[in-house]
């Protein structure tokens, strides 16, 4: 199976200031038809899973335009250019360019 | 407005059988592939199976194989999970996805005697 390793496990993130969230895989993320099947999820506590970002870089409808996600290959980065309060929660990259399709263990984002 | 809402989870003896399902509304449900994940605070979130829209390609992951099927009801915009031979690692929050962006709000399943 496809492991995906985040990276901080926690994070204490200043209300303004810039975060940035790995996620690496343990193998390609390159689909057979050349896209990268790696979307980005936000849990806020007591809440499913949110879609943040889909295929790597592409921000869902309604999700604030200071969330960005980047990478390739094997190495993903979530960044967010000015934490607010109401970004705390666990967030997840996960891969569904193979099969067991899987997440990662989750960052947990707090204010510091 | 999107919304997915499952139902049939619940207290259930080790052996035991279960079945979830899962009510589709806001959007055209016989396009989309549609997805059962788990999730444990011990484990995280575990994919479990998934189904394409035309109900004729399911997959699992290794732990559930055999045990859980998937299915969907088109006419109905419904899809669902039977459990059967439920374990203590079978206890979780399961939630019902369309796609990856569109998540239900889950149903807690507890497996124990």
């Known amino acids: 199976d496809v492991v995906l390793t985040q990276s901080p496990v926690s994070l204490s993130a200043t209300l303004g200031q810039p975060a940035s969230l790995s996620c690496r895989s343990s193998h390609s993320l390159v689909h057979s038809d050349g896209n990268i099947r790696l979307d980005w999820f936000q849990q806020r506590p007591g809440q499913s899973p949110r879609r943040l970002i889909y295929?790597?870089?592409n921000r869902d409808s309604g999700v604030p335009d200071r969330f960005s996600g980047s990478g390739s290959g094997t190495d993903f980065t979530l960044r967010i250019s000015r934490v607010e309060a109401e970004d705390v929660g666990v967030y997840y990259c996960m891969q569904y360019t193979h099969w067991p399709h899987t997440f990662g263990q989750g960052t947990r984002v707090e204010i510091k | 407005e999107v919304q997915l809402v499952e139902s049939g989870g619940g207290l259930v003896q080790p052996g035991g059988s279960l079945r979830l399902s899962c009510a589709a509304s806001g959007f055209t449900f016989r396009t989309y592939w549609m997805n059962w994940v788990r999730q444990t605070p011990a484990k995280g979130l575990e994919w479990v199976a998934n189904i394409d829209p035309d109900g004729r390609v399911e997959s699992y992951v290794d732990p559930v194989k055999g045990r859980f099927t998937i299915s969907r009801d088109n006419a109905k915009n419904s899809l669902y999970l039977q459990m059967n031979s439920l374990s203590g690692e079978d206890t979780a929050v399961y939630y019902c996805?369309?796609?990856?962006?569109?998540w239900g709000q889950g149903s807690v399943v507890t497996v124990s005697s």
């Open positions: 996805l369309a796609g990856s962006a569109k």
């Open positions: 295929y790597v870089s």
